[in-house]
């Protein structure tokens, strides 16, 4: 469980200039390499196979002594690498959960002190919908799949590097980043990219974390979870999923209540059968 973490509005950190990308091929991070040298960042990109840009890097997280030599240098880290689906245990074990644990150690070794993992809404998956208040990002984990379990296990990971060794994270729950939603349900777990650029950015420039969990999703009138952690980081979303609610309502129709999807965070990872996105 995440304690509770007092973030102040007050500007005075340094903002970081290079940023260790990882997972740097994958989808978020093809939207954060467009976005983020706007805001200032030179990219380091990090990755199974290479990634065009002007510092690739080919390294897997499960080598600790390549993941090591990969942050050298740079002033703090956004770690999007690892398994994005579910997988068998095993692979997710290697890669999400030992590779992230050596992302930690490269840290810590290499006196890095920021942070931002991408968690997922899949750390909470069996928290119910129904209430009608938004969910908070203080919740217990409910992993709702083993992919779920080693996005706990991180936040968990930078909780303790956070108390014992001073390295700061901010862990974000990503709802369903992509450049437009692609499903009714997207109308309420929506991230738009510029978006997310924008909460990465606070992530990286607010003072005094600790280790901070936040929602990750856009300013969606249809939302599920509240924003108030990641506002408190400085992040003000200017998008909503709105626009498209009546064309997906035509293509769709409305949720089933009875449906995983209406029914918990993780929607359909719930299943047993959960080898899918959203």
């Given amino acids: 469980m995440t304690r509770p973490r007092t973030v102040t509005q007050s500007r005075t950190v340094t903002q970081p200039r290079t940023l260790l990308l990882t997972g740097a091929a994958g989808g978020v991070a093809a939207f954060l390499r467009e976005s983020l040298p706007g805001y200032g960042y030179r990219l380091r990109l990090a990755d199974l196979k290479p990634v065009e840009g002007a510092e690739s890097l ?10 090591r030599a990969a942050v050298r240098g740079v002033d703090a880290v956004v770690h999007l690498g690892g398994i994005s689906l579910e997988d068998t245990f095993e692979a997710v074990l290697e890669a999400n959960i030992r590779g992230t644990y050596h992302l930690y150690e490269a840290v810590r070794q290499e006196g890095i002190r920021r942070v ?14 129904a209430g009608g208040e938004p969910i908070g990002s203080g919740i217990p ?38 450049a437009e939603p692609r499903t009714v349900r997207m109308l309420s777990t929506w991230l738009s990219p510029a978006d997310c ?23 969606n009138t249809r939302a599920w979870w509240d924003l108030g952690a990641a506002r408190a980081l400085g992040y003000v979303p200017q998008d909503d999923a709105e626009p498209y609610a009546e064309a997906l309502l035509a293509a769709h129709g409305p949720l089933d209540h009875h449906h995983p999807d209406a029914r918990f965070v993780g929607g359909s990872f719930t299943r047993t059968d959960p080898h899918r996105s959203e």
Avoid: M, Q, W
């Fill in 116 to 129: 931002v993992f991408a968690g997922s809404n899949h750390a909470v998956g069996y928290v119910p919908l």
């Fill in 141 to 178: 984990a409910r992993p709702d799949t083993y992919y779920g379990l080693s996005k706990a296990f991180g936040e968990n990971l930078a909780s303790l590097y956070a108390d014992k060794y001073g390295v700061e994270t901010v862990s974000i729950r990503i709802g369903s980043c992509f």
């Fill in 197 to 219: 650029a924008r909460l990465v950015h606070a992530a990286l420039t607010a003072p005094g974390v600790g280790h901070t969990v936040v929602n990750g999703i856009s300013a």
């Fill in 58 to 67: 080919v390294f897997d997280l499960r080598d600790a002594e390549a993941v």
